[in-house]
Nanobody, 115 residues
Framework: VQLQASGGGLVQPGGSLRLSCAAS????????MGWYRQAPGKQRESVAV???????NYADSVKGRFTISGDSAESTVYLQMNSLKSEDTAMYYC??????????WGQGTLVTVSS
């Protein structure tokens, strides 16, 4: 099973983007779905996660600006990003973790926030 992330691009500060992540086949027993990002020269960090029960958690730096949503039955996860800042520039990766602790990672989609 592969995850395909899409939706990245170049956007001006204050703009919005919606990232999507879909699995090539149905993933059973999903526990958590999430988005992570890695900026040049920095470690990968968690941006937002959502459990199969719909509980969400966000990095402090994106609270109030980003919204994660997902459908465990469809093995899809989304990230709505509003009020983007230059510091949001990074490669964004999606991840799905199952209850058997199997991890699936997407290939990454680049978000560049610049005027």
């Amino acid at each position: 099973v592969q995850l395909q992330a899409s939706g990245g691009g170049l956007v001006q500060p204050g703009g919005s983007l919606r990232l999507s992540c879909a699995a090539s086949a149905s993933i059973r027993a999903i526990n958590v779905m999430g988005w992570y990002r890695q900026a040049p020269g920095k470690q990968r960090e968690s941006v937002a996660v959502i459990t199969s029960d719909g509980v969400t958690n966000y990095a402090d730096s994106v609270k109030g600006r980003f919204t994660i949503s997902g459908d465990s039955a469809e093995s899809t996860v989304y990230l709505q990003m509003n009020s983007l800042k230059s510091e949001d520039t990074a490669m964004y990766y999606c991840k799905i973790l199952t209850r058997l602790f199997v991890e699936y990672w997407g290939q990454g989609t680049l978000v560049t926030v610049s005027s």
